[in-house]
């Protein structure tokens, strides 16, 4: 396999650029704007959605294949205290704050490529102390790997001071390459999830999935209990929850499996973090993609956990590297 670099436009005045890596099974799309990843093939399709120039990410209100941080979701009232000192953030979403800033954030950011090989590209994304409201001299680094079936994304950050640490990928999948995903199959391996409000933040606790539609304990396609009567369902217009993932301990596991019956493409999520964030693409709605045209599987710390003493905390300590991963693996099932 050959790496290849190709401009993809202008932003901010800025060239930007898209970065090939590949192997015999998988071919990622990375652009440095947002380290975003634009394309995903595998089997000859392109799984994750996208466009073909940077053009249409530069007000990425979607954050469409974007990497988020230093914190991903929502943040309620958009304000949080660590070590007895209060941080106000800027309020974007109803009165929280959401995906840590836009516009200016992580998503609309160029990035620095430290390393780049066939198989590998690895962006840098630095912060001073008090931008976009969070504590610290942050410098962020996220690498993309190809390793034979799976996708890896590794991200990494240290910091002078204590602070936080919730970074996620924001690619909204397909395994058909087109159309609705409300015939996939989606199964997690998350017995709980944790309630929002009418802003789709977390109210603080926690429930289980048993006998409602949040159960995907065992394969059910997506849109099948979608459109039930359900306050939470209705608060989202669709799926846009965390999930806890069972028996995390912190290692690489197994958070859930996707999979088109169409296509016969089956995706395995696998990550370090607590939770899983699924949203159905609801509000997703252009001239090229709409609702439920794609699945987020955002892999992250719940929601507004900073400000809730009964989930995992997302703090890194000062001047202590943290690593988080996550690894997207696929493959073809047996009919």
């Not at 998503?107 to 390393?115: H, R």
């Not at 001299?137 to 002078?160: E, P, Q």
Request: with cysteine; hydrophobic share 30%; charged share 20%.
């Amino acid at each position: 396999m050959i790496a290849t670099v190709k401009p993809f436009g202008k932003a901010n005045g800025q060239e930007t650029y898209l970065y090939t890596i590949s192997n015999d099974i998988l071919t990622a799309e990375i652009c440095d704007f947002g380290a975003t990843l634009i394309r995903l093939h595998f089997d000859g399709v392109n799984v994750v959605c996208g466009y073909d120039s940077v053009d249409r990410y530069i007000l990425n209100d979607s954050y469409m294949g974007a990497i988020v941080l230093p914190n991903a979701n929502r943040i309620r009232d958009a304000r949080f205290t660590l070590n007895g000192q209060q941080y106000n953030l800027r309020v974007n979403n109803g009165p929280n704050n959401l995906h840590s800033s836009l516009p200016g954030g992580s998503a609309q950011s160029i990035w620095k490529v430290v390393n780049y090989s066939e198989t590998e590209l690895t962006l840098q994304l630095d912060y001073k102390d008090g931008e976009l409201g969070f504590p610290g001299n942050r410098s962020f680094k996220v690498t993309y790997a190809v390793k034979g079936d799976r996708l890896s994304i590794t991200y990494c950050r240290i910091s002078d001071q204590d602070t936080v640490f919730n970074p996620t990928n924001h690619s909204y999948f397909n395994l058909n390459g087109h159309g609705t995903v409300l015939n996939h199959i989606l199964q997690l391996n998350c017995s709980h999830t944790t309630p929002n409000d009418e802003n789709s933040c977390p109210v603080g606790n926690i429930v289980e999935v048993e006998g409602t539609p949040f159960d995907f304990r065992y394969p059910k396609a997506i849109g099948r209990d979608i459109d039930e009567e359900n306050q939470q369902l209705a608060y989202g217009k669709g799926y846009d929850h965390n999930w806890l993932i069972d028996d995390f301990d912190g290692s690489l596991i197994l958070a859930g499996e996707l999979y088109s019956p169409e296509t016969g493409i089956a995706l395995q999520t696998y990550t370090t973090m607590p939770g899983i964030q699924v949203y159905t693409a609801n509000y997703l709605d252009n001239d090229k993609y709409h609702p439920r045209d794609a699945v987020c599987l955002e892999t992250q710390f719940t929601p507004d956990a900073i400000n809730l003493d009964n989930m995992v905390k997302p703090i890194i300590k000062a001047g202590k590297p943290a690593v988080h991963i996550t690894e997207y693996r696929l493959y073809k099932k047996e009919s």
